[in-house]
């Protein structure tokens, strides 16, 4: 039998997919055979409960009426780069050209293009432990290996430099760092971004730093490395930024992000997008284009109800004596689940025990790494009941 590349086939399968399929599959089970469950809760999913607001879907509606659809520039069209290097300036607080702009299919498409530019076999990509869970099969892809940075739970979720240090080997070729972080809603303060910006630059390391949630921010404010950095700097080709319409405008289903980097490593970064996707729809585009121009009340609104849900969630916590910290961005908190006399509830059987008892599902914290192996990931893009219910029963739970 041919499978393709064996280290790609014997990638786990992701537990929040599985986890997803395994509590319909049990509502639907009790429905057929007339039982009645607590109201389903779940809470494992990193998606937006928003809607697409309407003026993006009407711009791409116009433009599949009105536009030809034929296949566009690799980098994307003139008139979205300069929205975008816009963008970069008001949220990201740092000056681009539109040519330091490409975009890509989500946030992922970026990220696997920007890994697949610069590591291949034999190097080291300094991860995040915990982190996005796809970062891993990204590099499976390259052929790199991932090795794992900790984050402390006791120091909100920030990573220490002189860990780092430790886990750098001769084949250590990039560093990712993600804040607003999933799946810890850390965000990082200004200095520890700078301490990272000096790491890459005194191991000659690439920074790839994913803020996909950039906009998503509770309090305080969001450091991208590139507005620490001088024009000549920035230009060196050492950074790239990687940015999604995914989460700022509950846009997960039409895959557009961007890469933002130095002129000459994005034009390899458009080489790479050009072999593996070619080009992304004028209609998306439009989309947006019409994100970008409208005013932002979408985003401040949406913003606003992932706070809501961050206020109540920390309440209940503290309620409960589960509280550890704040999560100040993204929309996730992870929630130590040990027991009251610290047994453990490590990995997916309490996970599955929930589900099965308690018809609530959340992501297991060996799904993002080992640090978070005794916690649980919810989701805050849920309806307030569902979190308020969610929450209670977690933690009871936990307790029992
Ligand atoms: N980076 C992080 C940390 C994420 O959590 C996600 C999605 O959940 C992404 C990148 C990619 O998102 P998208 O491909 O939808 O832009």
């Not at 961005?329 to 996970?351: M, P």
């Amino acid at each position: 039998m041919k499978f393709g590349k064996q280290h790609l086939h014997d990638l786990p399968v992701s537990d929040i997919t599985t986890l997803g399929a395994y509590s319909d599959q049990l509502q639907l089970e009790a429905e057929f055979r007339g039982e009645i469950l607590p109201p389903p809760v779940r809470l494992q999913i990193g998606e937006p409960n928003y809607r697409t607001p309407e003026h993006i879907r009407q711009a791409a509606i116009e433009s599949i009426a009105n536009e030809i659809q034929t296949y566009t520039p690799t980098a994307g069209w003139p008139w979205l780069r300069e929205l975008l290097a816009e963008k970069i300036a008001r949220v990201n607080g740092y000056e681009v050209k539109p040519i330091n702009t490409v975009i890509a299919p989500g946030g992922t498409g970026a990220l696997q293009a920007a890994l697949l530019t610069i590591v291949g076999p034999g190097d080291e990509v300094l991860i995040p432990d915990p982190c996005w869970p796809l970062y891993i099969p990204q590099l499976a892809v390259t052929g790199a290996a991932p090795v794992r940075y900790p984050l402390d739970p006791q120091g909100e979720w920030l990573p220490d430099i002189r860990q780092l240090g430790k886990l750098l080997t001769p084949r250590t070729r990039a560093l990712i760092i993600n804040t607003p972080g999933n799946p810890t809603g850390a965000v990082f303060p200004q200095e520890v971004v700078s301490d990272l910006l000096t790491f890459a630059h005194d191991h000659d390391l690439y920074l790839i730093s994913d803020e996909c949630y950039d906009e998503i921010l509770f309090e305080g404010q969001h450091v991208s490395p590139s507005s620490l950095l001088s024009p000549a700097e920035f230009e060196s080709g050492r950074f790239i930024g990687i940015y999604t319409f995914s989460k700022s405008y509950a846009m997960t289903g039409w895959r557009i992000g961007y890469a933002v980097a130095g002129t000459q490593l994005i034009k390899t970064l458009t080489d790479v997008l050009n072999a593996n996707f070619t080009s992304l729809s004028t209609s998306t585009q439009r989309a947006a284009a019409a994100a970008l121009t409208s005013p932002q009340d979408c985003v401040t609104e949406m913003c606003e109800g992932y706070r809501e849900r961050r206020d109540l969630v920390v309440k209940l916590l503290k309620e409960y004596n589960r509280y550890v910290y704040t999560p100040h961005g993204a929309f996730y908190t992870l929630i130590d689940v040990r027991g009251k006399n610290g047994e453990s509830h490590s990995g997916r059987s309490f996970v599955l025990d929930l589900i099965r008892e308690r018809n609530v599902s959340v992501a297991p914290g060996t799904s993002f790494g080992s640090i978070s192996a005794e916690y649980i990931r919810i989701s805050l893009a849920a309806p307030m009941e569902d979190l308020e219910r969610g929450i209670r029963e977690i933690c009871l739970f936990a307790d029992r």
